[in-house]
């Protein structure tokens, strides 16, 4: 019975470190205020309002409403400024700054902002000082004196050029000393961009240069960052991909992972050959590529919530009347698993981990492509859940068939233990004895019951990190009030379902599936055997009204999964439970019991 109840108690402890950690941390440790500089083009600093990262979101974006409206402003006055290339393709639309020639201004035209079918698409990419900026630049640095372009340097354009997956464009500049720079921009069709260096030497002597690339953002626009699901700085070296540094380790308990802080260290030197860099939210990833060259690789924090991350190469001698030449890739869009998996099989080592799938990724991906396959196969995510929970519950049916026999088992000698439990109560170690020799005459194993439940924990890990994870998911809707199968609940029962303008705490916020899940629980445990121990018995009533609000942040589809879950196992329970010969013997005198009694009871009043 201790044994037992341990592991009970083990389970209900392990969904709270798995599932709820999360939640509690962004309730209850949110990040203090900050008054916040921003970096405007040129190098100046230009002060904004204070902002109030309350926590991030799951998604990532500003979440002060001061910031937004910044932004919106300063976007429209950067656009419109001139002197861009306007980039056009179908993953990525935007424009090149000639100022500096960076990539800062690109959207994702197939993601929108919102569930809303007129927001407008992601944005990735900001111009610097904007309050979400964020863009990428290749470069050179000059070496003994070279004059080498900067962050200041206008370049030049064809006239009416435009970058497309068909027409890529040349930006040039030249020093007065006789040296030619150049950058070759191309695009393909879904998040990835060439950028060709090239310095041509028509000067007398010899000139050396050192190519770089770097991506620079805020982390005023980061995602929730956790111990099991990473957003921040990111990068492949020597072929495994690096998770542990922060943009801010404490704010987030990102110390349970190892979590090297970055803005408290200000420079991380990155050991290994880079297979790439950059950063990454739970959907969204920046990342710089070196092709065929060697680049060390750092991540930086600038201050004011700035970071950066740089490739720098092995410098080149020009020779006079030569060019040499760098290319580096950059990637900026969404982690979709079909296109990094296409970028990962083109030769950039490991992309397809840039999804923080963790150590059960093995487990992990099988259910995401059974997953997406059902949802090609139905066109709609809700039901393909629903499919999936079948086929779970379908491929473990012996299992189950095997613990509802222990169970129906243990309901049936339950008198039987009552008994012993009444002769022996002055004496726990006889009645343990007993009662044993009781679960040995009657084949019954007491621990039968719990199988199938440790055996739905890998499943339900994998579906909770698929869920969480895949932008495939994002913005799915299922049926009514469900516009979204990836975020919790809309609905809650303290705000009236909606009708009242008030938005409950995370573990308050107890919706219609949430409900659903503790009453469909709390049936499922009504046919299970009634346990012994009074201190068994409380565990049983409080778990599923306890699962039910650990459970009610999280994304609406894991709840429809468990939903459809309970609904299988209570049917299935039933079943087999009327044909158990034991326990339909033990049902038939009970009811003989009862109808006695009534008839006695009948016969009293008469």
């Known amino acids: 019975m201790q044994n037992q109840r341990n592991i009970i108690l083990a389970v209900v402890l392990t969904a709270l470190v798995l599932f709820g950690w999360e939640a509690a941390v962004g309730y209850f440790y949110p990040q203090a205020k900050t008054p916040v500089q921003t970096v405007a083009a040129g190098g100046a600093e230009k002060a904004t309002s204070p902002t109030t990262p309350i926590k991030p979101t799951r998604e990532g974006g500003l979440v002060d409403p001061n910031d937004v409206a910044l932004e919106q402003k300063d976007l429209r006055a950067e656009l419109a400024s001139g002197g861009r290339v306007p980039v056009a393709a179908p993953g990525l639309s935007g424009s090149i700054n000639l100022t500096g020639a ?38 050179w640095l000059g070496q003994g004196g070279v004059a080498a372009p900067n962050a200041q340097t206008v370049w030049t354009a064809p006239a009416n050029a435009r970058l497309t997956p068909s027409t890529p464009v040349t930006l040039t500049w030249a020093n007065p000393t006789g040296q030619r720079f150049a950058i070759t921009y191309s695009i393909d069709n879904n998040y990835m961009i060439t950028a060709v260096q090239t310095v041509e030497n028509a000067g007398g002597v010899p000139v050396v240069v050192k190519p770089f690339a770097l991506v620079n953002r805020t982390d005023k626009t980061a995602s929730l960052s956790t111990w099991n699901v990473h957003s921040g700085p990111i990068g492949a070296f020597d072929g495994s991909v690096n998770f542990n540094v922060g943009y801010k380790c404490g704010s987030s308990f990102s110390f349970l992972s190892s979590c090297v ?44 919530d700035i970071f950066r991350a740089d490739l720098i190469y092995d410098q080149q001698v020009v020779q006079p009347r030569s060019r040499v030449s760098a290319t580096t890739k950059l990637f900026a869009g969404a982690k979709e698993h079909a296109v990094l998996d296409a970028y990962e099989k083109q030769g950039i080592t490991n992309f397809s981990l840039a999804i923080d799938w963790g150590w059960f990724r093995w487990f992990e991906k099988p259910i995401f492509w059974l997953l997406t396959s059902l949802f090609k196969l139905v066109g709609n995510f809700g039901f393909a859940i629903i499919l999936l929970t079948v086929i779970v519950r379908g491929a473990m049916f012996p299992v189950a068939q095997r613990q ?8 049936a000698i339950q008198p039987k233990m009552k008994a012993l439990q009444e002769r022996y109560k002055d004496d726990k170690q006889k009645q343990q004895q007993e009662i044993m020799a009781l679960y040995k005459k009657e084949g019954v194993n007491p621990l039968a019951g719990c199988l199938p439940m440790f055996l739905q924990i890998p499943v339900f890990f994998a579906l909770y990190k698929t869920l969480i994870l895949s932008i495939e998911m994002r913005h799915q809707p299922f049926i009514l009030w469900i516009k979204d199968l990836s975020a919790p609940d809309p609905l809650h029962v303290l705000n009236l379902f909606g009708l009242l303008n008030f938005q409950p705490p995370g573990f308050l916020a107890i919706g219609v599936l949430a409900l659903l899940l503790g009453l469909t629980m709390y049936l499922q445990f009504q046919l299970n055997p009634a346990q012994m121990d009074p201190a068994q018995q409380q565990v049983f009533k409080i778990m599923p009204w306890f699962m039910m609000f650990v459970m009610a942040p999280f994304a609406s589809g894991l709840l429809v999964y468990w939903i459809t879950s309970n609904i299988l196992t209570i049917a299935q329970q039933k079943f087999l439970y009327s044909r158990h010969p034991q326990l339909k013997a033990q049902q038939d005198k009970d009811a003989q019991d009862k109808a006695r009694a009534a008839e006695r009871d009948k016969g009293a009043k008469a």
């Open 102 to 139: 960076m990539v800062d201004d690109l959207v994702l035209n197939r993601h929108r902002e919102t569930v809303e079918k007129n927001s407008g698409p992601v944005r990735i990419f900001s111009p610097a000082g904007t309050p979400a900026q964020q863009f990428a630049q290749v470069g």
């Open 261 to 304: 802080d970055l803005d408290a260290q200000k420079s991380v030197v990155n050991q290994g050959k880079a297979d790439w860099i950059g950063f990454t939210d739970i959907y969204w990833m920046s990342a710089i590529v070196p092709v065929n060259a060697k680049a060390d690789s750092t991540f930086r924090a600038m201050g004011n």
């Open 404 to 411: 509802f026999a222990s169970m129906a088992a243990m309901r």
